[in-house]
Structure formats: C-alpha cells, structure tokens
C-alpha cells in the first residue's frame, strides 16, 4: 500500500542552526504534500504545503521542496529558535478517484529540539 | 471560535467496554476524518467521511465504526474496546475540494 518514509525520527541543533527533514512517498499520483508541528499536548497544525505543480515554496524561515521524480519532498528550518522545538510530520496527499475526497497519508514524524 | 471540538479530552476504559467519542465542527466542512496517533507511527487514518451520509475505511478500520448523520458530527465508536486502541486519537476536517486538514484538540484514551 501507499506510504510515506521520514527521516530523521530525531534531530537535534544549535539555536540559530538549519535543520532538515526528508520524505519520501510511494504514490505516483499524490498532489499535495502538507507539513504539521504538533507541539507537546497540542493538535498538529499546519505549518507549510506544496502542491506537485511547485519545486519550492518559501514563508520567512520554513521553505519545502518538491522533487516528483524522485518523490521526495524536504522541510527547511533557517536560524532555528527554541520555539521550532517540536514534533513535524510530512503527509502526502492523493485524490480518490471514483469516491471523492482525498487521501492523506503521514510520515512517522520528527521530533526536533533546538538547544539554547 | 470556529474550529473542531472533541471529547472527552480523556479517558479510561476497562476492556470490552464500548466508547464513543465525539467530534463537532463548525466550519461548514464536508470531508471529516479520525486518525489515531501513536509513537512512532504518526497518524493513521480510521475512518473517513467525504459528505453526510456517507463513511469510508481507512488504514486501520478493525474495531471501529463511524457515523454521518449531519455535516458537523462525526462520532467515532469502539463497540468494545481493547488495550492496543490505548492512543490519542485526532478528529480532522477539510473543505469541499481542498485536501487541507483541520484537528481538533485530540482525546487520549486508555483501555485497561
């Protein structure tokens, strides 16, 4: 079945630091790729996404990329600060076709800590 | 505040005891979804439900059912539950023709 591989499960950085996190997903016909941080005790929200048409998407310190091909997908975080600290989880999303709606599948998640 | 809300926020239940939780947004939203969250494994997708009247399975179904009787409730049933759907479970939802998701607060349970 369709799924979606991320790594690192953990990461840790100085604050001020980048950090990375990758994907992979396995359906070809997926279209939409989301990004969430779940804060401890807290819901996930959305932080960034992007769509199959776009290679990249930036917004202040966060920018995803896109490669299709390889169906790989990246989060970046610039000057990290002690607030990025918290759980992220890609997804990949994919139209159901013949029944409506959408499909959307998330990786295991990252929990990163960036040190004072 | 427009958004989804859930409950209880948490619970402990005996084993073979039968729960619902409850799931209510306000947003107008057509699609709804539960998934349940595990360390380790993410979110995985329950059930799902693109309009009213309507439900699907998703990844992990077995041991549990849903219900779309209206737009904004989408309770989720443990008919009789065990210890391994011990979890935080998430209710989200998305409008018509966008794959954006929105979750609730989430509600922890713990089965005995």
């Known amino acids: 079945g369709e799924n979606v591989e991320q790594h690192p499960s953990t990461l840790s950085v100085q604050e001020g630091d980048s950090a990375v996190i990758k994907c992979t997903y396995s359906d070809s016909a997926s279209n939409y790729f989301p990004w969430y941080k779940q804060e401890l005790g807290k819901r996930p929200q959305l932080i960034i996404d992007?769509?199959?048409?776009?290679g990249e998407k930036k917004d202040q310190r966060i920018a995803v990329t896109l490669n299709k091909t390889a169906k790989h997908f990246s989060l970046h975080i610039t000057e990290t600060q002690p607030e990025d600290s918290a759980v992220y989880f890609c997804?990949?999303?994919?139209?159901?076709?013949?029944?409506?709606?959408?499909?959307?599948?998330f990786g295991a998640g990252t929990r990163l800590f960036v040190k004072a | 505040i427009a958004g989804i809300t859930q409950a209880p926020t948490s619970q402990i239940l005996a084993a073979g005891r039968r729960m619902t939780l409850r799931c209510t947004q306000d947003m107008r939203h057509n699609a709804m979804y539960w998934y349940r969250q595990d360390l380790g494994l993410g979110l995985r997708l329950i059930h799902y439900?693109?309009?009213?009247?309507?439900?699907g399975k998703g990844e992990v179904p077995d041991g549990y059912s849903v219900s779309r009787a209206n737009t904004d409730d989408f309770p989720l049933t443990l008919a009789s539950a065990v210890p391994s759907q011990t979890s935080v479970y998430f209710c989200?939802?998305?409008?018509?023709?966008?794959?954006?998701?929105?979750f609730g607060a989430g509600s922890r349970l713990t089965v005995l």
């Open positions: 992007i769509r199959s048409n776009v």
């Open positions: 997804a990949a999303s994919t139209p159901r076709y013949g029944g409506g709606g959408f499909k959307t599948i």
């Open positions: 989200a939802s998305s409008p018509s023709g966008a794959n954006v998701l929105t």
């Open positions: 439900s693109n309009t009213a009247g309507t439900t």
